[in-house]
């Protein structure tokens, strides 16, 4: 990102500010701030329309929104360096083009934390000058005197009149009508009282009941939390019906979700149906309720990456000391990786938009298996090694794959074996003997692997294995390659299938994505 750009200056600016004011709190894991950004960024399914920028501006408001900005904002590892890696990871979706309007949400970050859009404290009204008071009419002895009660009478209200016109003139005219969902007005009766106002003139200034004032107070540390989670938007409070239920279902799915449970609507409306009746009550979990019940506290469907999430943690650690250990002595450029993966090469979409009900398609499972493999800096990356399971596919015509530029193999299964493996090994081994290098290559234990390098001499080309159960979380290729080079073929599959279409008129769901091998492998070559 250039040093130029504005996002990228704004997050130097709010970085080197918050590092600096030791007066902003300091984040927790407990605070709210951690809670919503610690999640990688991602879009809902029933917002995938919307794209990544009304997730963000979604999220940032709710936050640091123009009324709680400054109650949110924390320093630190766990508040607004979490909030900075996850936009730094959001403007690279697909789907992103706000920078411009992300430049504003991080001016107005930049300037609360700074202290200039938010006065934290109510300014002390000035003295007022007191009112020149008007000469009494004097009473004529002559006149005739009033009757006594009737005398006190007419002093009340003369006296009451002119206070309440005092009071009145003290009041503003725009003054912002105090509400529970207003925080700035909230903290205001609190300010006053602290400069010695009484609540009936604090009442008397906002134009509000002085009973409501007073609840208000009583309450103040709900509504501040109701107004911190929710933001700045909420103008009457509400009680959730069942509140012991909810708050103790969200807290058993926290406690899951710290223990890498993977929980779905129907593991949640079972246990919210055991703590239903343990306390008695009876409800209709309908889903209807359950989405209220995960809209409210924040909860979204994410998908989860099996492998990696079972591996122990501490065993992966000394495992990576053990391969950082194995490399140590190797050039980046001298140190590759290889891995298999299958493409369903066919696979047309799963998912679809529709204004009606309509059946999907039946998913092609023919397979490429593909052999990649790349060293640690990316300067060179190795021609797949392509199996299938036809000697020559159709496609090919009465050419041999060496004609298209292909190393393919082909046996039942359209898998690795280890009579693929071995010459595979070796004519690398060949390659830097002649280039005089001499190479580390890391493989996963999978069995072709293992029996592949029986029997072979090998001179510049040295094979290490990655220990078993952790090529999850070990392997270069697992850590987001092939994930690239399939996403590439797909975007390039789903382009070749919408010219098709718009090119024959006859064409339909079903036909557009019926190519043949040949067509997949030039667009794997392509994606690679």
């Known amino acids: 990102m250039s040093a130029s750009n504005p996002v990228a200056e704004l997050f130097a600016k709010i970085l080197a500010i918050s590092q600096s004011r030791s007066g902003i709190p300091l984040a927790t894991r407990d605070d709210l701030i951690f809670q919503k950004f610690s999640c990688p960024p991602f879009i809902p399914q029933d917002e995938e329309n919307e794209g990544m920028w009304y997730v963000v501006n979604k999220l940032m408001d709710s936050l640091f929104g123009v009324e709680n900005c400054k109650e949110n904002l924390r320093r630190g590892k766990y508040g607004i360096e979490v909030v900075i890696d996850y936009l730094k990871t959001a403007r690279k979706h ?29 300014e002390t009204d000035p003295p007022k000058k007191p009112s020149p008071k008007k000469p009494q009419k004097k ?56 400069n010695k106002s009484t609540q009936q003139a604090t009442a008397l200034k906002f134009g509000i009941n002085q009973t ?35 708050q103790a279902l969200f807290n058993w799915f926290i406690e899951a979700q710290s223990r890498q449970m993977p929980i779905n609507d129907n593991i949640l409306r079972t ?3 055991k703590f239903a009746n343990l306390l008695t009550i009876d409800l209709k979990l309908s889903n209807g309720w359950l989405y209220k019940f995960k809209n409210r506290f924040h909860i979204n469907k994410i998908e989860l990456h099996g492998e990696a999430g079972s591996v122990d943690k501490d065993e992966a650690e000394v495992a990576r000391k053990q391969v950082l250990a194995i490399v140590e002595g190797y050039e980046p450029h001298n140190v590759y990786n290889a891995d298999e993966t299958g493409l369903l090469y066919r696979m047309p979409p799963n998912k679809s938009m529709a204004t009606e009900t309509c059946s999907g398609l039946k998913g092609s499972k023919v397979r490429l298996t593909y052999h990649l493999c790349c060293n640690a800096d990316g300067s060179d990356k190795l021609e797949p090694l392509v199996i299938g399971n036809a000697k020559r596919p159709r496609s090919f015509g009465k050419k041999l794959a060496s004609y298209w530029g292909y190393d393919y193999h082909f046996n039942k299964t359209a898998w690795m074996t280890a009579t693929i493996m071995a010459p595979w090994i070796q004519k690398l081994d060949d390659r830097f003997r002649r280039e005089k290098r001499h190479v580390l290559l890391l493989l996963d234990n999978f069995s072709a692997h293992l029996k592949g390098l029986e029997g072979l001499s090998l001179t510049n080309l040295k094979v290490e294995f990655l220990p078993p159960n952790l090529t999850s979380v070990l392997q270069p290729c697992d850590a987001g390659i092939i994930r ?45």
């Open 94 to 122: 697909s789907s992103w083009n706000a920078d411009e309007l992300l430049v504003l949400k991080l001016e107005r970050i930049y300037q609360c934390l700074k202290g200039k859009i938010y006065k934290f404290d109510l």
């Open 139 to 194: 009473i004529s002895t002559n006149e005739a005197p009033l009757d006594q009660s009737k005398a006190v009478s007419v002093s009340s209200t003369q006296t009451s009149s002119t206070s309440n016109k005092q009071l009145s003139s003290s009041k503003p005219k725009n003054t912002p009508k105090l509400t529970p969902g207003n925080p700035e007005a909230t903290s205001n009766p609190k300010k006053r009282n602290k």
């Open 212 to 246: 409501s004032l007073s609840r208000w107070l009583k309450e103040k540390a709900t509504i501040q939390k109701r107004v911190t989670y929710n933001g700045g938007t909420v103008k009457r409070q509400r009680t959730a019906a069942y509140p012991q239920l909810k």
């Open 271 to 273: 246990k919210a149906q």
């Open 484 to 528: 690239a080079f399939k996403a590439y073929y797909r975007k390039q599959f789903l382009e070749f299938a919408m010219t098709r279409y718009e090119e024959d008129p006859e064409a339909n769901g079903t036909t557009v994505f019926n190519i043949n091998q040949l067509e997949a492998m030039h667009m794997a070559r392509s994606a690679w």
